[in-house]
């Protein structure tokens, strides 16, 4: 990328790259130790990826505020503006995924006592590996500006979604089988969603990559596999 005739500027877009880079590393880690949490049942383990979630709120506010002064400042123009907007975007949906993680480890901590059918917990734990691969690759294509590979991200997004599914519906089953499991059932289909939700966010980046890399934003809906709005409770056996 050419240096531009105000250094200061290049120094202020390079800042703002690092700082996305570190943010994309806290989120990653969040997630990943948010279901290592989940599967060995770590309270510990959960309350610390809480705790990591005031530190990624603090590098969006940094990132925030310096793109919006550096727009202010120097006032840019095509792809150097581009940029800027990405790096929010991309800022945005991170600081999200932190959320999301960090209400996944909350979830945990409600559940830490309590039974949840292994099954489904290894279920979550293979949509959380999906999704994992999906962010890290969706952070390569950003720092690469590679819009292939974020594409390739995006077009991923409805397996995902297809899981999701499939683990909803069983979390209904399981329900229905037994009213004792809702409680911990409930907890699952919501740690579940935000593991889906997370997902939605990486294809939000591979859309912000897209943008960046070519100036032209999709233009085309996302793929989606997630009928869960659809599903009919099974009926009660009992009755």
Not at 66 to 78: D, E, G, K, N, Y
Not at 175 to 204: Q, V, W, Y
Request: contains cysteine; proline residues 3%; negative net charge.
């Amino acid at each position: 990328m050419p240096e531009h005739i105000v250094s200061s500027f290049d120094e202020d877009l390079d800042e703002l790259r690092t700082r996305i880079v570190e943010m994309g590393g806290v989120s990653e880690k969040m997630l990943a130790d948010s279901t290592l949490a989940l599967v060995k049942r770590d309270s510990a383990l959960a309350q610390s990826v809480i705790a990591a979630d005031a530190r990624l709120d603090g590098l969006q506010r940094d990132i925030e505020e310096l793109a919006v002064l550096t727009i202010a400042r120097r006032q840019p123009m095509a792809v150097d503006l581009r940029e800027l907007i990405s790096v929010i975007r991309v800022a945005a949906d991170l600081e999200r995924i932190g959320d999301l993680a960090k209400n996944t480890s909350k979830r945990v901590v409600a559940i830490s006592g309590e039974t949840q059918p292994q099954k489904l917990v290894i279920g979550v734990q293979h949509m959380s590996d999906l999704v994992q691969a999906q962010l890290k690759d969706v952070l390569d294509a950003y720092v690469q500006r590679d819009d292939a590979q974020a594409l390739d991200v995006w077009q991923r997004d409805d397996r995902i979604d297809a899981l999701y599914t499939s683990i909803f519906r069983e979390l209904l089953t399981y329900m229905m089988e037994d009213p004792r499991n809702i409680t911990s059932c409930t907890h699952l289909l919501f740690l579940a969603k935000n593991i889906e939700r997370i997902g939605d966010h990486t294809t939000n980046i591979a859309e912000t990559v897209h943008y960046l890399a070519t100036g032209v934003t999709l233009s085309v809906d996302r793929p989606k596999g997630d009928t869960s709005s659809f599903t009919k409770a099974p009926a009660d056996p009992s009755s």
